[in-house]
């Protein structure tokens, strides 16, 4: 009968913490950050309306002409149609 040597596991080494990052690479990251619009922080709710192509397209036409975006318009709509303080 052999007897099988068992062996201890191998010894981890302790991993350190991650150097501070400098000024300069906390900078340049900052620049691959996505900046949200002021206005966008307060939208939390999505709503989904199905509309033709058609539609789409006037909608967004309309947006164009008025150097916004369709989202934007269309929440001024909506805030006009469904004032929040409506009984």
Do not use: C, H, N, Q
Not at 73 to 86: K, W
């Amino acid at each position: 009968m052999t007897s099988r040597a068992t062996s201890a596991p191998p010894k981890r080494a302790p991993i350190g913490r991650r150097p501070a990052a400098d000024a300069a690479s906390v900078w340049v990251r900052r620049a691959d950050e996505p900046t949200a619009a002021p206005k966008a922080s307060i939208y939390t709710a999505r709503l989904t309306v199905d509309v033709t192509p058609a539609l789409r397209g006037r909608i967004k036409i309309e947006a164009f002409k008025r150097s916004t975006t369709a989202a934007e318009m269309l929440r001024e709509v909506l805030e006009r149609e469904y004032p929040e303080d409506a009984p």
